[in-house]
Nanobody, 112 residues
């Protein structure tokens, strides 16, 4: 059974940083684009960032603040989030969008 597990969420003050991790089980991420999405109550899940090889994409709202990376040897993807804003508060999910494989999510709360 394919599983993705996200780690690293928590409470952080505005302007702070968090680093999220995502580890895949029973699945090899090597050939796939890994994506991070986020969702807040009452809203649709929205794209945050994705990576496949050297091809990296970011949502405009996070450009210059978030950095996505991956380590295929560890079957993992990461999201470094700097200069966090209250608007970044959401449950963050990682996975492979084209296969519909997602983790359970990790909650990021940005608040003073």
């Amino acid at each position: 059974q394919v599983q993705f597990a996200e780690f690293g969420g928590g409470l952080v003050q505005p302007g702070g940083s968090l680093s999220l991790s995502c580890v895949a089980s029973n699945f090899t991420i090597t050939k796939y684009r890994m994506s991070w999405y986020r969702q807040t109550p009452g809203k649709e899940r929205e794209f945050v960032a994705s990576i496949l090889g050297e091809e990296i994409n970011y949502a405009d709202s996070v450009k210059g603040r978030f950095t996505i990376s991956r380590d295929d040897d560890k079957n993992a993807a990461y999201l470094l989030m700097n200069n966090l804003k209250p608007a970044d508060t959401a449950v963050y999910y990682c996975g492979v969008r084209t296969l519909g494989h997602w983790g359970q999510g990790t909650l990021v709360t940005v608040s003073s």
